[in-house]
């Protein structure tokens, strides 16, 4: 079928914040450190406990959770984000996206080719994509759910760059 690279046993969803969905004062947030994301994951999972896998994409323009979990954890979730980012949960629903199973794993491709960025196909999101996996993996909370969504996504990223001129022309917001 449509969704070939989506295991139907998984359950993901994203919840993101994005330049399209939240204005810049309310994205910074939710803005985390490199050095801030070991310990965020393990509050997220000590405080929700059915939530097993979990990884944060944090950039200057999205900060994006991917859980490995079925639909009835996103409240729980987003409950626990905003008390994070210090506001109320419908505030961050009203600027947020909620992405689950295919959508969830179709957006991570996007994000990985760099066809969500605010500059099309701008080359760092993928290596921010790749440590945000990385700490996932030192933090304990990659199960192979989601090892198996990003490894995908890596592999998407590449096939659209080597088969498309995205990416070929270095283009500044500026430009």
């Given at each position: 079928g449509k969704c070939r690279f989506y295991n139907r046993s998984m359950s993901v969803f994203a919840l993101g914040l994005t330049h399209t969905t939240a204005p810049i004062d309310l994205r910074g947030r939710f803005a985390f450190s490199p050095e801030q994301l070991a310990g965020t994951l393990h509050a997220l999972r000590a405080r929700l406990q059915r939530i097993s896998e979990v990884?944060?994409?944090?950039?200057?323009n999205r900060t994006e959770l991917y859980v490995g979990g079925d639909a009835s954890l996103v409240a729980p979730t987003v409950d626990w984000l905003a008390g994070v980012g210090g506001v109320e949960s419908?505030?961050?629903?009203?600027?947020?996206?909620?992405?689950?199973?295919?959508?969830?794993?179709?957006?991570?491709?996007?994000v990985a080719s760099g066809l969500d960025s605010m500059v099309l196909g701008e080359p760092q999101?993928?290596?921010?994509?790749?440590?945000a996996?990385?700490?996932?993996?030192?933090?304990?909370?990659?199960?192979?759910?989601?090892q198996q969504m990003f490894?995908?996504?890596?592999?998407?990223?590449?096939?659209?760059?080597?088969?498309?001129?995205?990416?070929?022309?270095?283009?500044?917001?500026?430009?």
């Open positions: 990884a944060i994409v944090s950039t200057c419908q505030t961050l629903r009203h600027h947020s996206s909620v992405l689950a199973g295919c959508s969830a794993a179709r957006h991570a491709f996007r999101i993928l290596g921010q994509l790749k440590q996996v990385r700490e996932a993996d030192i933090a304990g909370t990659l199960g192979t759910t989601l490894q995908r996504s890596f592999a998407v990223a590449k096939e659209v760059r080597s088969s498309t001129d995205i990416g070929s022309h270095s283009i500044s917001m500026a430009a």
